[in-house]
């Protein structure tokens, strides 16, 4: 029976309300209530912040088809290294994980290979093209914790609508990759002073809010959750405050590069900038970190996407969207969150880790509670360190943060109750 016990740590567990300086108890890969004994290894963890696994709930892992970007294993050795013991894989792979078989394929993949958990998401629409159900039913039975086409948008209403009440029929969320295709058009960047300075297509804001005010309806038509995935406009978090007011079953998630950079990154034409949705302008930005701090915004995501660096090495232009951002992403939100800018608190920030995304995919994870498996993330919001896209554990590195100075990182990473990664 393997026993341990971690010490002196800051413990920090939102679904419980705790936070102290305490002692947790870990037995045979479950949390325990009471002292693990005095042969257990000790973990001192001074200084250090003892939170539930963190999750991730945006991630590509590229498999099955494209393996030259990422592997299931390696995206899982990237989650480690970032402090995440349980990430949610986005289904547009080759084959897309619209059949039950291409999802039993993930998950038997992840079994075999993966240090921490992996969840599959299923597609909404057949082979992500928008235009037939995929079968929303069969998709829950096999183990989807949601449905999305990310990376792609059902721009038919109709067709949204019948899939809301379908997820709920099964019990599943609805997540969003929020495009309004007509309006964004051939659009790389964000529409306004840079797009027009550089001569480059432009991807309004609108192109988001379009679509985020379309599931508002839908979430209140249908009774059914929505959660918007990486937004990036002022009006996204205005539309998205308004009707959760109003008591609307709709959430959004930020990721990092959405308030660590603006769209003026984009003048010297690194690809390393180009993502969907694209920087936006500081007043954007400013949205988002209050959208953060009031409760709008519950979710952080890193929207991982990892790209070979011959396909990044291209005219902007023609260059993928996307960026790498597991081992990036917590260091990122502690120091501009928290650090910088105070716009939320420690606690807050584990908790949108922990117990919001858990909630939000009705999954046993994100807690410290008595007999729950003993995933566990020691953190460090001390600590100062550098990004070196060398030393990833990701396939890729393309990051526009190499060679950042950031404070505050994982520093170990427990998966049921052992240690699969520390710094």
């Excluded at 010490?7 to 209530?33: K, M, Q, S, T």
């Excluded at 013991?85 to 291409?102: L, Y």
């Excluded at 420690?346 to 995919?361: H, V």
């Amino acid at each position: 029976m393997k026993k341990t016990i971690i010490r002196n740590g800051r413990i920090i567990d939102p679904a419980n309300g705790r936070d102290e300086v305490g002692e947790l108890f870990l037995v045979d890969g479950r949390i325990a209530a009471e002292r693990a004994g005095d042969d257990a290894e000790v973990i001192d963890a001074t200084g250090l912040v003892v939170a539930p696994g963190l999750i991730d709930i945006h991630v590509h892992l590229r498999e099955p088809g494209f393996g030259w970007k990422e592997t299931i294993e390696s995206g899982a050795r990237a989650a480690a290294a970032g402090g995440f013991t349980t990430i949610v894989c986005m289904p547009n792979t080759s084959p897309v994980a619209d059949s039950p078989s291409t999802v039993t394929w993930i998950k038997d993949r992840a079994a075999q290979t993966a240090c921490v958990n992996v969840l599959p998401t299923g597609a909404i629409s057949k082979n992500l093209a928008g235009e037939e159900l995929a079968p929303i039913g069969s998709l829950a039975q096999a183990g989807v914790v949601a449905i999305t086409d990310d990376g792609h948008c059902i721009q038919n209403n109709e067709l949204m609508r019948r899939a809301v009440e379908y997820a709920r029929m099964v019990g599943v969320p609805v997540l969003d990759h929020c495009q309004d295709y007509n309006l964004v058009g051939n659009g790389v960047v964000h529409e306004g002073y840079w797009s027009t300075l550089l001569g480059l297509p432009g991807w309004p804001a609108a192109g988001e809010e379009a679509i985020v005010a379309r599931n508002i309806l839908l979430a209140e038509l249908c009774d059914h959750h929505i959660h918007c995935q990486h937004l990036s406009s002022a009006g996204s978090v205005r539309l998205l405050r308004e009707a959760r007011a109003r008591g609307v079953k709709i959430s959004g998630e930020v990721c990092p590069h959405h308030i660590a950079l603006t769209d003026e990154s984009i003048q010297n034409f690194d690809t390393n900038f180009k993502m969907n949705p694209p920087l936006r302008t500081d007043e954007d930005v400013a949205a988002l970190l209050a959208g953060i701090a009031d409760g709008t915004v519950e979710i952080l995501g890193s929207d991982h996407a990892p790209h070979a660096r011959f396909e990044k090495e291209v005219e902007f232009d023609a260059a993928p969207f996307g960026i790498v951002g597991l081992e990036t992403e917590l260091g990122l939100f502690l120091d501009l969150l928290v650090h910088k800018t105070g716009a939320i608190e420690l606690p807050r920030l584990i908790e949108m880790f922990t117990l919001n995304p858990a909630r939000l995919l009705k999954i046993d994870a994100g807690t410290l509670s008595s007999g729950a498996v003993a995933d566990v993330t020691l953190i460090d919001p001390e600590l100062e360190w550098t990004v070196d896209a060398k030393v990833f554990e990701t396939a890729s590195c393309n990051t526009p943060f190499d060679g950042w100075k950031l404070k505050g990182r994982a520093v170990r990473t427990i998966v049921g109750g052992e240690t699969i990664w520390r710094l």
